[in-house]
């Protein structure tokens, strides 16, 4: 068995992490950390009543590596790249649900998250843990920089286009709706029921952080400098991402042709699935799985993509990034 901790174990994430790890038959979840919580998991987290019978902990790194052997990081950005250094030097290996690792440059972390890198020599050399990208690069890794949920909605859709050269790589413009607890549990006013019920907004319009992470991995897959638009918007519901994204046409083209590439780029790879129809954020609401389709509509390309925030946009990824670490088929614990 893998003893695996979880750490900022009283938020949203870390809850999806206990509800699939607890079904994982490779895994024996040790410890789960909390800065203020020391009772029962399960008193915070009640679905886990009876299923779990460990009490917060707040231990040293040294500590944290002497209970378990791989360390989910479930904190926020900042806290996330203060704490893991030590992690990794006590001898855990880490997958980091944040968005600290995910950049390979220090210059457009600290531009587009307003804080100095304190890790610098790790951006760049830590992996981008979104295995239908990077699946081959993962199971040597210490440390996973596990990515975003705006962020894979976003990259699976365009990632097929771009590599077949059937989309340009500027103009593409990401309209993305997310349900409220992608914000996290951590209270804010705006994402009070009475703030944001019955309403839907756009925010952090040309500004939200997740632009440049796009642009980095899309630029990757594709090896020219991909430029998006991306506009966040705030939905009534608790979880789901849905992704309506134009791009130009880098030629004339088809929608059979469209879903034909996208299927032969997916082929093999067991969570993202190219549909016909319409997806909804429904269909795909608490599984690990993303549903795309394609359309040409007028002199544009369009891509349409759901999954859900909480699994296939942050802890079943991590679920998966850890299956190819420790030689698990990809799928344990996820389907
Ligand atoms: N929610 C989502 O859909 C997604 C989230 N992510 C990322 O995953 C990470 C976790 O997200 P999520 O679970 O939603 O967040 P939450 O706000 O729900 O939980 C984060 C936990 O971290 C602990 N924490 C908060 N601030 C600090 C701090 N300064 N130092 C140490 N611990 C702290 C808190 O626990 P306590 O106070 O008990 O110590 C808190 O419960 C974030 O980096 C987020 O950006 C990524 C993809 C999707
Ligand atoms: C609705 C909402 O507020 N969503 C969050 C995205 C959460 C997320 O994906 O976190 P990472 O930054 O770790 O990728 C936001 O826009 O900040």
Not at 13 to 36: D, F, K, M, N, Q
Not at 60 to 74: I, K, M, N
Not at 197 to 225: K, M, W
Not at 244 to 258: C, D, F, G, H, S
Request: net charge negative; aromatic share 6%.
């Amino acid at each position: 068995m893998i003893r695996a901790a979880i750490q900022g174990g009283t938020g949203y994430t870390a809850l999806e992490l206990l509800r699939i790890l607890l079904r994982h038959p490779g895994v024996e979840v040790t410890a789960v950390t909390s800065r203020s919580e020391t009772g029962l998991v399960s008193r915070v987290h009640p679905s886990l009543a009876g299923r779990l019978n460990l009490v917060f902990s707040n231990p040293t790194p040294d500590e944290l590596a002497g209970q378990a052997d791989v360390c989910f990081c479930c904190l926020p950005h900042v806290a996330s790249m203060e704490a893991i250094p030590s992690l990794l030097a006590a001898g855990l290996r880490v997958i980091d649900l944040s968005a600290d690792y995910r950049l390979t440059d220090p210059v457009v972390y600290e531009t587009w998250y307003g804080h100095v890198h304190t890790d610098p020599t790790r951006l760049g050399a830590t992996v981008y843990g979104l295995p239908e990208i990077y699946g081959d690069r993962i199971a040597s890794q210490n440390l996973i920089a596990n990515p975003g949920c705006y962020t894979s909605t976003s990259i699976l859709a365009l990632a097929p286009l771009l590599k077949a050269g059937l989309v340009r790589p500027k103009g593409i413009i990401i309209d993305a709706k997310s349900g409220v607890s992608g914000a996290g549990r951590s209270p804010k006013v705006e994402m009070l029921y009475s703030e944001c019920n019955e309403s839907f907004s756009a925010y952090a319009v040309g500004t939200h952080r997740h632009t440049p992470e796009i642009e980095q991995v899309l630029s990757d897959v594709c090896g020219e400098q991909v430029d998006v638009i991306f506009t966040p918007h705030l939905t009534p519901m608790d979880r789901g991402i849905f992704a309506t994204i134009y791009a130009v046409p880098a030629r004339e083209v088809k929608q059979a042709e469209l879903l034909e590439t996208m299927r032969q780029f997916y082929a093999g790879k067991p969570f993202v699935h190219v549909v016909e129809h319409l997806p909804k954020t429904k269909d795909v609401s608490g599984t690990n799985f993303c549903h795309l389709t394609a359309r040409v509509v007028k002199d544009r390309v369009m891509v349409l993509a759901v999954l859900d925030n909480l699994i296939k946009g942050a802890s079943g990824v991590a679920v998966q990034n850890f299956n190819l670490m420790y030689d698990f088929d990809e799928t344990t614990g996820l389907v």
